[in-house]
T-cell receptor
Framework: SQQGEEDPQALSIQEGENATMNCSYKTSINNLQWYRQNSGRGLVHLIL?????REKHSGRLRVTLDTSKKSSSLLITASRAADTASYFC????????????FGEGTQLTVNP | DAGVTQSPTHLIKTRGQQVTLRCSPK?????VSWYQQALGQGPQFIFQ???????QRGNFPDRFSGHQYPNYSSELNVNALLLGDSALYLCASSAGLAGTDTQYFGPGTRLTVL
């Protein structure tokens, strides 16, 4: 079953703009991970945020986690055409033992 | 350092046939998980192997089975293929079962069932 729900399902922006994607989940988690997928290929790990962390940065990526609201957001700043991909959040539930539950993903299109 | 590798890249089978997909985990990882991703969907957890045993299983029928070898590599077997088994099959590796580490995914095997 899908735990995470990404919002929006699709997002189209111009190069240089910021892109924000949101993820909501239902149960207590160990961590939440964001992945990128290009054209149905393998998943590329972007960032992991643990349940006791509130914000994390990696290059142009900023992830926040609000465990009280069971939600997370991924911000990509100064987007590039190469950022065009599907983005998934995946939760590692407390009782799951490193089993990831994915949402449906957000399709991001960055127009040059 | 090689990441997670999977073979084959693509596979075409007909209904009723059997298929075996292979995965080698990232160096230093001992846990392998398999996911099925249908077109336009997020990946769905199939099962997880650790110390050569199936540790967790998702909501998949017994037609889906697996194996892990002493070198931590893993196989996914699917019997009596159905059209609905057409999907991208992803392997992920991690270290241990603590649930605190990043999972790294391979490039996937695209299975088409005709």
């Amino acid at each position: 079953s899908q735990q995470g729900e990404e919002d929006p399902q699709a997002l189209s922006i111009q190069e240089g703009e910021n892109a924000t994607m949101n993820c909501s989940y239902k149960t207590s988690i160990n961590n939440l991970q964001w992945y990128r997928q290009n054209s149905g290929r393998g998943l590329v790990h972007l960032i992991l945020i643990r349940s006791n962390e509130r914000e994390k940065h990696s290059g142009r990526l900023r992830v926040t986690l609000d465990t009280s609201k069971k939600s997370s957001s991924l911000l990509i700043t100064a987007s590039r055409a190469a950022d065009t991909a599907s983005y998934f959040c995946a939760t590692d539930e407390e009782t799951s033992g490193s089993r990831l539950t994915f949402g449906e993903g957000t399709q991001l299109t960055v127009n040059p | 350092d090689a990441g997670v590798t999977q073979s084959p890249t693509h596979l075409i089978k007909t209904r009723g046939q059997q298929v075996t997909l292979r995965c080698s985990p990232k160096s230093g990882h001992d846990t392998v998980s398999w996911y099925q991703q249908a077109l336009g969907q997020g990946p769905q957890f199939i099962f997880q192997y650790y110390e050569e045993e199936e540790r967790q299983r998702g909501n998949f029928p017994d037609r889906f089975s697996g194996h892990q070898y002493p070198n931590y590599s893993s196989e996914l077997n699917v019997n009596a293929l159905l059209l609905g088994d057409s999907a991208l099959y992803l392997c992920a590796s991690s270290a241990g079962l603590a649930g605190t580490d990043t999972q790294y995914f391979g490039p996937g095997t695209r299975l088409t069932v005709l």
